[in-house]
């Protein structure tokens, strides 16, 4: 219990850093929700018919620049994942944050978890729903599905 009252007093001490705090959790749900329906929007429509994910012709044209775009791509998803977490506690929408990051950086079984996911009913649904607000085909999956 003391330390929650030392944490209370010091951030009443220091209001600028809730304020900031604030702020960030406000950017940073924005650009999740803004981030989310890009990277729907850009998903091939065919990404979820095969079982293993296909490589892409530009990262077998150009590696340097795969590698760079693999390396920024996962320090924001560890950074969203990081914010995400603080904003379990803070003001802002932790979990939507934390699965913006969780798409966005590499890890073995990724391709699966996402197949899983778009297994639901709902959230294929939904997938689509954003697709079709950007002009998009709707997305296509198996038929296991």
Known sequence: MEFVNSFIQWFSEHPEILIG???????????????????????????????ERKPTKWSE???????AVIFGKNIIGLLLIIGGLLM??????GLLTMVTGLLLIN????????QKLVSKPSIFKTL????LKANKPPLKRNATH
Do not use: C, H, M, T
């Open 128 to 131: 689509n729903w954003i697709r």
């Open 21 to 51: 705090l604030g702020i960030s959790s406000i950017f940073i749900f924005l650009l999740s929700i803004l981030g989310i329906s890009w990277f729907v929007a850009n998903i091939p429509d065919d990404y979820f018919l095969d079982s």
């Open 88 to 93: 379990l506690v803070l003001p802002g929408q």
């Open 107 to 114: 890890y073995p079984g990724k391709y699966r978890l996402e």
């Open 61 to 67: 044209q150009k590696p340097i620049l795969r590698l």
